[in-house]
Structure formats: C-alpha cells, structure tokens
C-alpha cells in the first residue's frame, strides 16, 4: 500500500509541473492583454473604481474565448471579476480527487503560483494595488481539488 501512495504522489508531483506550465502561460497572456489594452504605465494612477472596471472588461473579454484547454491536462472555464477580486475556476480533464494528492496538489501549485505572480511586474503592479487572485481546481467531476488565493501580502518575502 505504501509503495502505491509514492506512486500516485509522484504522479501528482508529475500532474502539478505540467499543469503550473500550462497556468503560467495562459494567465501571463491574459494578464497581459489586459494590462497592455487598459493600464501601461498609467494603471499607478487609477481609482479604485477604475481599477474594478478594467478587471471587469478585461474579465469578460477573457470569457468570451472560454472554455479552452491551457493544454491536455487543464481547461480554464471562466474568469470573473468582482471588485478587486479576479477569480479563475479550472478544471483537471484527467484528474479525479484523492485527498492525499489534494493536498499536495494545492502546496505545490501555491508554491509556483506565488512565486510566478510575485516575480511578473504586471501582476505585482494589480497586486501592489490590492487586487486579489483566486483560482480555483476542481476534477473532471466537478469535485474541488483546491482553492488558492493569492495577494499582496504573499509577496512579501522575496522568492
């Protein structure tokens, strides 16, 4: 029995890389278009409403283009807005929830959530302005794998 739970954690640790490749990627790009098409250099200055109408725009512009597969592994099915708060649900295609892997699932891909959004200067710029991140994981089922909020506050340490 022991041997079969290193098995299915190294098949998680496997799952984990390939899926934060995949997440990295598409959220660089959405941020991205967002930051470029509605902020530049200016975004230092908005208000707090400016702020929540761009996150909105930009949130539904993303969704327009959803669902789509981040790769073989992941699908991002929506992205919404709400105040200062964006919020990403994915769904694992080929992943059916274990608690075991969960947990370890959750610390890995918090582990390369923060450490990617604390080092993109575009997202750093809409953290530093208190916008929040919330991505949530759910399996094939529908059954949550994890939630993972990030924010200012998680960049606090210098990775």
Known sequence: MKSLGKVASIIALLLVLVFARGIGKTLGKFTEEIYNKNLGFQFIFKSDKEIEDILLKGSNEINAKLPTMVDNDMRLDSVKANGKIVHYRYTLVNYFTNNENNVFFKRKMTDFLI??????????????????????????????VAGIHISKSNCDYKY
């Open 115 to 144: 450490k990617d959004k604390c080092n993109n200067e575009k997202i750093l710029a809409f953290l530093n302005m208190g916008v929040g991140y919330y991505y949530d994981y759910v399996d094939v089922n529908g059954v949550t």
